[in-house]
């Protein structure tokens, strides 16, 4: 997702554990083929409502956060 955007995934040192566990798992078909919109949208949709998509625009790199506790009814994550 990330090989032409001039982004790349953070480092493992910096990415959690729970990160690298989503990370690892194999993307849903229906998330292979997107149609063109902004790279954030799309890193929003496939990292669901779990985690928060951490942007460091200024060495273009990407990495995720867990979010706090996604059962909270006043709590929403995913792409801002």
Do not use: W
């Not at 194999?26 to 902004?38: N, Q, T």
């Amino acid at each position: 997702m990330l090989r032409d955007s001039g982004y790349r995934l953070a480092a493992d040192a910096v990415l959690s554990e729970e990160a690298k566990a989503m990370l690892a798992l194999p993307l849903p078909a229906v998330h292979r083929r997107f149609e063109p919109m902004p790279l954030q949208t799309v890193m929003g949709l496939m990292i669901g409502p779990a985690f928060h998509l951490i942007q460091d625009p200024v060495h273009r790199l990407i990495a995720f956060e867990r979010c706090v506790d996604i059962s909270s009814p006043n709590v929403t994550g995913g792409a801002q």
